[in-house]
């Protein structure tokens, strides 16, 4: 979550490297995911094209495999590169669930799609590694910059990609899993404030978004939560945003002990955030700031130290960033913009011929867990929410500086900006025809994996992880579906 990088978010948790990325570095204090969901925002990352231009629809449908990603790129240009841990930009990944969840989201059903959010404490008060897949790339990483970085000519650009902090796999959810653990050791909790820790203010069910309840209903959220059952989960996941700063704190020993830091640029992002329990929801998939505003700290030569910067930007704009450090020529064809001239102090950006950054940035999302395609605007105060075609479900508007929690849903309050913002991000995008577009293909796809199947369709689809609903009226969802088909 992005806003832990900044006050008053990091009261709740000790973060001690982004601290330090703070002090050294600049901080954006408005950076968005182009889609809240792991393989669309890597894939817009990777490419700098937001989600609609690369087709990145879901968890299963990302870049094609051999897409030239600006890292290939630099590769071109003279660059050592190497890439440790998670990538997951290309097509062909996730389970067969998260596959057919997003798939048949238009369907008329309701069915629970995760296990119940939890905690889960484990190991002692000295337990410092607890995602050990995460420290084993991280150990790579750092025997890389020791053993190979610190002795090339030429530059070099490393990757790491870490899981951390996402919650984990919680078996009892079915055969193919579901992510709702929250899991950490005494040694990381004892880093989280307990009485920073916000409560989230819930609205009543019955007065829900509809795209909301859906969200919160297939999240497994909808039941009864204890304030402390709230809290602990929050404060999980603060401590897993612990362990995760632990590691960046590697990576910058690592450089520094090879006297690679002061000439090296530093990034830190995130490809989602987290809502623990914001808006009765645990996990991403959704447009309020929980899950689409995520950390951007850059450090290193020439970067101005201790600035915080106010302008909204998001992940498509790395690309083009990439490629600026090293003055290298640009594609006329990406949505991002370089970050250069908002980050030094001397920059000649082979970017600045494309014209002025624009004021707003947009995210979307096709996938799993919301049962219509999503648009967000953010442009100065305002933050824009539109569905499908923009007509069949109402829309949000939320101002930022006055309700922060995003509570106050001012749509039909303030008509005239909801048509003003609504006019920018058709310019940008002609979403109805998106969203048709993604009806379309998740509908072939869900034919296509049925007709591989044969008969086996229906018992194959009852060990999914919405396994718990759909075996209690297996029938009616089995109609359900061919009246969607």
């Not at 109805?432 to 379309?440: C, D, G, H, L, R």
């Amino acid at each position: 979550d992005g806003r832990l990088t900044f006050f008053p978010g990091n009261q709740t948790v000790d973060l001690p490297s982004i601290n330090f990325m703070k002090r050294h570095g600049s901080v954006f204090l408005n950076a968005y995911t182009n889609s809240p969901i792991c393989c669309p925002s890597r894939a817009a990352m990777w490419s700098g094209l937001f989600t609609h231009l690369t087709e990145s629809w879901n968890n299963f449908k990302g870049l094609d495999p051999g897409y030239v990603t600006w890292m290939d790129l630099m590769e071109r240009h003279g660059y050592r590169a190497q890439k440790f841990g998670k990538l997951d930009f290309t097509s062909g990944h996730h389970s067969v669930s998260n596959r057919v969840e997003a798939w048949t989201r238009d369907v008329n059903f309701l069915l629970r799609q995760e296990a119940r959010p939890m905690v889960k404490l484990t190991g002692h008060r000295k337990q410092f590694r607890v995602m050990e897949t995460d420290w084993r790339n991280t150990d790579q990483a750092v025997n890389w910059i020791k053993e190979e970085a610190v002795n090339f000519t030429q530059p070099f650009i490393l990757y790491l990609g870490l899981n951390l902090p996402h919650p984990y796999p919680s078996p009892y959810a079915g055969e193919n899993f579901g992510s709702s653990t929250f899991l950490t050791s005494p040694y990381w909790l004892e880093k989280v404030n307990y009485e920073a820790i916000k409560i989230p203010k819930w609205s009543s069910l019955s007065e829900m978004h509809s795209v909301d309840y859906y969200s919160s209903y297939t999240k497994n959220c909808t039941g009864e939560f204890t304030k402390e059952e709230v809290k602990n989960i929050r404060a999980f996941y603060y401590a897993m945003c612990a362990e995760t700063d632990a590691m960046l704190g590697v990576i910058i020993s690592a450089l520094r002990d090879t006297g690679l830091l002061g000439k090296t640029i530093l990034i830190l992002t995130a490809d989602h955030g987290e809502l623990a329990m914001e808006h009765r929801q645990f996990y991403k998939m959704s447009m309020y700031e929980g899950s689409s505003h995520v950390p951007l700290l850059v450090m290193g030569p020439g970067v101005r130290e201790q600035q915080q910067i106010p302008n909204v930007v998001s992940l498509v704009d790395i690309y083009p960033t990439m490629l600026d450090i090293e003055r290298f020529p640009i594609p006329r064809n990406l949505s991002g913009y370089s970050l250069l001239p908002l980050l030094c102090e001397k920059t000649e950006s082979k970017a600045s011929s494309r014209g002025p950054r624009p004021s707003w940035v947009l995210s979307e999302f096709h996938g799993c867990n919301v049962n219509s395609s999503v648009y967000m605007l953010r442009t100065g105060k305002w933050k824009y929410i539109t569905y499908s075609d923009g007509s069949s479900v109402l829309p949000q508007l939320f101002d930022l500086t006055a309700d922060p929690d995003e509570l106050t849903n001012l749509a039909i309050k303030f008509p005239v900006t909801v048509h003003s913002l609504d006019k920018i991000l058709r310019s940008i995008v002609n979403y109805p025809k998106v969203s048709s577009s993604v009806q379309e293909y998740n509908k072939q796809q869900f034919i296509s994996w049925k007709q591989s199947l044969g008969q086996n369709y229906s018992s194959v689809i009852a060990n999914l992880r919405w396994h718990q609903d759909w075996l209690k009226d297996q029938k009616r969802y089995e109609n359900a579906i061919d009246k969607w088909l």
